[in-house]
């Protein structure tokens, strides 16, 4: 029951964020991200397809947050050297 409550806060968040998206939208992108970081290899791609098959025709890009990736491009590039190509 928590792992539903979970996926219900997050839509609900989204769609308080972004009143445009349809239910759909919100549940689909809800239950996408909520899970993702928790499942691995074949099994991902398993669980995307589900969520293709579940909500046909809906693809909800992610929400970017550009002032942080921004951050870790800048620290990554001053402490560690890291060269940033974004091509």
């Known amino acids: 029951m ?4 979970s996926v219900l806060v ?3 968040s989204f769609k ?3 009143p445009t998206l349809s239910e759909q939208a919100v549940l ?3 239950l996408r991200d909520t899970n993702v970081a928790k499942i691995e290899g074949d099994d991902l791609k398993i669980f995307m397809g589900l969520l293709a ?3 046909p025709g809906i693809d ?3 929400a970017r947050d550009y002032e942080m990736e ?3 491009i800048k620290v990554m590039e001053e402490d560690y050297g890291y060269t940033h190509d974004p091509s």
């Open 70 to 72: 921004d951050t870790l």
């Open 53 to 55: 098959d579940l909500f």
């Open 16 to 18: 308080r964020a972004d």
């Open 28 to 30: 689909m992108r809800s």
């Open 2 to 5: 928590r792992a539903i409550k």
């Open 10 to 12: 997050v839509a609900g």
């Open 60 to 62: 909800v890009p992610r």
